[in-house]
């Protein structure tokens, strides 16, 4: 008797959870595009990533976040972290075999990339659900399929390109280098007045390989094997001519500043006279806010600099993937994605061809500003990026070969 | 009966952060034998720490962190010390004067990087004022202090907020003695200086040795200061481990959790050191310091 009411009980509580668990959350793998929506209503999405960049806080924190407020009732919490603090958090989460995490979208790429999924931080795939991929975005593109070389199997969506620019003042430095040839002879020109943040910073990092894509060649890289030795046999070269620029170098190469948001202050005041940014169009929204003068030109290498995609992924523990992928649609609209060109002036990411005529001329009438390249000239001038598994060595490398020596 | 809870009620806090301290204590020894599931690492071994012993890049990061530790701990005891003895002679135990001593020991580290970099950068106060007087006509010339491979600036930054601690550590016990033990000294003969070197100074030894040790394992576990004003290589331990520990490889997460060890068990050693001192001064004092 004691055992059948104890089963009821248990059957009671049991089924009680499950109807409260299902009315929460809906599978979004098994939902429809309609469900994931109406899910997602009067839901609150966070978006972890990168908060060093003001202009891009505020356009996601105004325009995108009105934007899913109105249209779908989704309140959008941006949250500045960098990318290794997501990282080593969510790892804490899995550790600890958190279910429901407190990251839904994350700012991701590259190496980065590679390591959570590999580990099993993402969500995914998911893009697939997305209206806007098949709508908006070059399913075929490489960079669609790939990121470093990694493929993504629906695991991001593109939010951004960015492309390496070099940029200087034409009134202090008429010079600009188009080889890492030129850029020696530059550098000794200047000596003291030019430097690169040090590894792993990001632009430090992509600067480095850019000078070594410019010595020893891009397409060896793409296939090459993740291996400390190998690496290094390759990029020999380069490694040499980096320790030779070291003495013309500020602090004579003995050490290199922390981050490139240090190296944009010294540039600012004229301690170096020469910055490097991973955000091609960074030099007109410098002149615009006074830090750069009018005189500051873009300009890249010859042989071309590296441009990669920036992606949005979806924390495998997210509290509300059905919101995070409602919004992740949303940004890679062409409405959003114009937004971002006009006000960031960031590569948008969606597919020329895919554009209806007034969405074309709306792309066409954004006006970038003073001291750039025009997106044909940089798209001429673009590079893949390295897998992602030979970064973090090129990094390693670099900090054990190339400082003080 | 229901009064003796009491301490215990209000200690309840300090176990929970106790608690919390001790949980990631643990995990920190765990991961840095290797025993992490979510990543696929389950066995334990000391791998992980003899590899890091290994590693050249960890061992000068150690070199340099002791080095940090010991040099501003040994310059800021001594001139900390000094400091006290003034503050008693001038009879500023009390007062005004504190405050302004306090003020650094109040400043967090990071604004005194901050302060450090904008007056002793090649662009920062002082070499523009350089600049202007025609000292110099590039700021190419002036010294490059920061960053620098001694980590001078760095230690200087800990001087400046350590001095004043180990002055206001000592003060206490330096002027109950001066001015009960120093007098009494001077007023049988003793010179000022015979006073305080044989006097003043051997009993407030005790209270200069614990801030030394304080201000030793503050130093050497402390990232900003080193992270802001140091070097690219050789960095400091704690820099090094943060960045082992934010490397996008995440399966050697147990390498960054091993430098971590290290610097656990030298500061336990430090904390171990410093609660031996205490307990063999109070069987010194008779319980009285």
Redesign the interface.
Known sequence: MMKKWLALLLAGIMSLSGCSASKQSIDPQNASWDEIVEAAKGSTVTFYGWGGDENRNNWLNTTVAEQVKDKYDITLEVVGM?I??I??KL?GE??A?ATKGSIDMIWING??F??AK??GLLYGPFTDKLPNMENYIDLDDPETLNDFCMPIDGYEAPYAKAQMVLFNDSAVTPETPANAAEFMEFCKKY???VTYP?L?DFTGSAFVRNIIYDLCGWEQFQTMEADYDTVKTAIEPALDYLRQLNPYLW?QG???P?SSTKVDA?FA???VVMNMSYSPFSVATGIDQGIYTDTTRTFVFDNGTIGNTNYMAIAYDAPNKAGAMVVINEIISADIQLTQYAQLKELPVVATDKLSADEKAAFGAVDLGQGVLSQAELLAHRLPEMP?SL??IIEEIW??EV??K | MKRSYTPYLLLLPFFVIMALILVSIWNVLLQSLGYIPAFGLTTLTLDYYKAVFQQEEFLSALEVSLRIALQSALLATMLGVLLCYALVKRGHSKGELLYLVRLPILMPHAVVAVFVISLFSQTGLFARIAYMLGFIIDFNQFPALLYTENYGAAIAAYLWKEIPFVAYFVLALMSSISSTLGEAAENLGASPWRSFFQITLPLSLPAALKAFLIIFIFAFGGYELPFLLGTTVPKALPVQAYMAYTSPELRDRPYAMAMNGVILFLSLAMALLYALLTRKLLKQTGGRE
Do not use: R
């Open positions: 960098d290794n603090d990282l080593a790892s899995k550790q075999n190496e980065n590679y390591s590999e580990n000596e003291g007045k040090a792993p602090n003995k050490s290199f922390e010294m005041d004229g301690e992602a970064v973090p900090l054990n400082v003080g």
